[in-house]
Protein backbone atom coordinates (compact mmCIF):
# COMPACT_ATOMS: atom_id res chain seq x y z
CA UNK A 1 0.00 0.00 0.00
CA UNK A 2 2.50 2.36 0.77
CA UNK A 3 4.60 1.28 -2.34
CA UNK A 4 1.44 2.34 -4.77
CA UNK A 5 1.43 5.73 -2.41
CA UNK A 6 4.78 6.69 -3.03
CA UNK A 7 4.65 5.40 -7.02
CA UNK A 8 1.68 7.64 -7.70
CA UNK A 9 3.10 10.53 -5.66
CA UNK A 10 6.34 10.38 -7.57
CA UNK A 11 3.95 10.41 -10.42
CA UNK A 12 2.29 13.37 -10.20
CA UNK A 13 5.42 15.12 -8.70
CA UNK A 14 7.14 14.47 -11.94
CA UNK A 15 4.22 15.26 -14.23
CA UNK A 16 4.14 18.98 -12.68
CA UNK A 17 7.45 19.29 -13.41
CA UNK A 18 8.16 18.15 -16.66
CA UNK A 19 4.87 20.31 -17.69
CA UNK A 20 7.00 23.13 -18.69
CA UNK A 21 9.17 21.46 -20.94
CA UNK A 22 5.99 20.16 -22.97
CA UNK A 23 5.59 21.86 -26.32
CA UNK A 24 1.83 22.49 -26.79
CA UNK A 25 1.15 23.61 -30.50
CA UNK A 26 -0.29 26.36 -31.33
CA UNK A 27 -2.27 27.04 -34.31
CA UNK A 28 -0.67 29.69 -36.76
CA UNK A 29 -3.75 31.95 -35.81
CA UNK A 30 -2.41 32.29 -32.12
CA UNK A 31 0.84 32.66 -33.34
CA UNK A 32 -0.12 35.91 -35.49
CA UNK A 33 -1.84 37.25 -32.93
CA UNK A 34 0.71 36.72 -30.47
CA UNK A 35 2.88 38.60 -32.72
CA UNK A 36 0.79 41.54 -32.63
CA UNK A 37 -1.81 41.00 -35.13
CA UNK A 38 -5.41 42.00 -35.02
CA UNK A 39 -8.60 40.01 -35.58
CA UNK A 40 -10.75 41.97 -37.95
CA UNK A 41 -14.63 43.38 -36.77
CA UNK A 42 -17.53 42.60 -38.85
CA UNK A 43 -17.44 46.56 -39.84
CA UNK A 44 -13.87 46.05 -41.15
CA UNK A 45 -14.23 43.12 -42.90
CA UNK A 46 -17.18 44.80 -44.82
CA UNK A 47 -15.44 47.40 -45.65
CA UNK A 48 -12.39 45.28 -47.31
CA UNK A 49 -14.56 42.87 -48.80
CA UNK A 50 -18.14 43.85 -50.09
CA UNK A 51 -18.06 45.09 -53.64
CA UNK A 52 -14.26 44.46 -54.46
CA UNK A 53 -12.31 41.85 -55.97
CA UNK A 54 -9.69 39.97 -53.86
CA UNK A 55 -6.94 38.66 -54.88
CA UNK A 56 -5.09 36.01 -52.64
CA UNK A 57 -2.67 33.26 -52.86
CA UNK A 58 -3.06 29.78 -50.97
CA UNK A 59 0.19 27.74 -51.09
CA UNK A 60 1.80 28.09 -54.90
CA UNK A 61 -1.60 29.30 -56.32
CA UNK A 62 -3.77 32.55 -56.96
CA UNK A 63 -7.30 33.17 -56.78
CA UNK A 64 -9.83 36.36 -57.51
CA UNK A 65 -12.78 36.26 -55.17
CA UNK A 66 -15.55 38.52 -55.62
CA UNK A 67 -18.15 39.63 -52.77
CA UNK A 68 -20.87 40.91 -54.35
CA UNK A 69 -23.38 43.66 -51.85
CA UNK A 70 -26.19 40.78 -52.11
CA UNK A 71 -23.55 37.68 -50.91
CA UNK A 72 -23.08 36.31 -54.08
CA UNK A 73 -19.26 34.91 -53.89
CA UNK A 74 -17.59 34.18 -57.47
CA UNK A 75 -14.17 33.10 -57.52
CA UNK A 76 -11.33 32.12 -60.14
CA UNK A 77 -7.82 30.60 -60.45
CA UNK A 78 -5.22 32.16 -62.12
CA UNK A 79 -4.20 29.84 -65.33
CA UNK A 80 -7.65 27.75 -65.11
CA UNK A 81 -8.24 25.08 -62.95
CA UNK A 82 -10.72 26.28 -60.69
CA UNK A 83 -13.84 28.83 -60.76
CA UNK A 84 -16.88 28.70 -58.55
CA UNK A 85 -19.59 30.47 -56.88
CA UNK A 86 -21.37 30.63 -54.26
CA UNK A 87 -22.82 32.63 -50.72
CA UNK A 88 -21.32 34.62 -48.17
CA UNK A 89 -22.32 36.17 -45.39
CA UNK A 90 -20.59 38.18 -42.57
CA UNK A 91 -21.07 37.42 -38.89
CA UNK A 92 -22.00 39.47 -35.73
CA UNK A 93 -19.07 37.48 -34.12
CA UNK A 94 -16.24 39.14 -36.58
CA UNK A 95 -15.77 36.28 -38.99
CA UNK A 96 -17.02 35.82 -42.98
CA UNK A 97 -18.85 32.39 -43.33
CA UNK A 98 -18.83 30.99 -47.32
CA UNK A 99 -20.19 28.41 -48.70
CA UNK A 100 -19.72 27.64 -52.64
CA UNK A 101 -21.33 25.46 -54.64
CA UNK A 102 -19.28 22.42 -54.96
CA UNK A 103 -19.06 22.54 -50.79
CA UNK A 104 -22.22 21.24 -51.24
CA UNK A 105 -24.13 23.31 -48.60
CA UNK A 106 -21.19 23.62 -46.40
CA UNK A 107 -21.09 26.40 -44.03
CA UNK A 108 -16.64 27.51 -43.79
CA UNK A 109 -16.68 30.57 -41.32
CA UNK A 110 -13.31 31.82 -41.66
CA UNK A 111 -11.27 34.67 -39.36
CA UNK A 112 -9.67 37.72 -40.83
CA UNK A 113 -6.25 38.63 -39.16
CA UNK A 114 -4.36 41.58 -39.78
CA UNK A 115 -0.57 41.82 -38.88
CA UNK A 116 2.04 44.97 -41.00
CA UNK A 117 -0.49 45.67 -43.43
CA UNK A 118 -0.79 41.99 -44.64
CA UNK A 119 -4.47 40.60 -44.04
CA UNK A 120 -4.69 36.87 -43.95
CA UNK A 121 -7.77 34.47 -43.48
CA UNK A 122 -8.00 31.31 -41.01
CA UNK A 123 -9.88 28.44 -40.35
CA UNK A 124 -11.56 27.67 -37.60
CA UNK A 125 -8.48 25.12 -36.30
CA UNK A 126 -6.38 28.63 -36.64
CA UNK A 127 -4.65 27.14 -40.06
CA UNK A 128 -4.38 29.98 -42.27
CA UNK A 129 -6.13 29.38 -45.91
CA UNK A 130 -5.58 32.27 -47.89
CA UNK A 131 -3.25 35.52 -47.72
CA UNK A 132 -4.69 38.74 -49.39
CA UNK A 133 -2.42 40.43 -52.30
CA UNK A 134 -4.63 42.75 -53.93
CA UNK A 135 -8.00 44.40 -53.62
CA UNK A 136 -9.84 46.15 -56.32
CA UNK A 137 -13.24 47.95 -56.23
CA UNK A 138 -16.31 46.28 -58.39
CA UNK A 139 -16.12 42.63 -60.21
CA UNK A 140 -12.71 42.03 -61.80
CA UNK A 141 -13.32 38.50 -62.47
Same mark, same amino acid.
Given at each position: #???? /?? /? @?????????????? !?? !?????????????????????????????? %???? /?? =????? !??????? %???????????? +?? =??? =??????????? #??????????????????? @?? *??? @??? *? #?? !???????? +????
Amino acid at each position: #MICK /SI /S @VTALAALMVLAAPH !FA !FAESARQTALNAGATQLTSEEIEALIVGNT %VKAK /SG =GKVFH !FHYSADN %VLSGKMDGGGWS +GS =GYY =GITDNDQVCLS #MAKDKGRLRCLTLIKHQGE @VK *KYN @VDG *K #MT !FEFIGIQS +GNRL
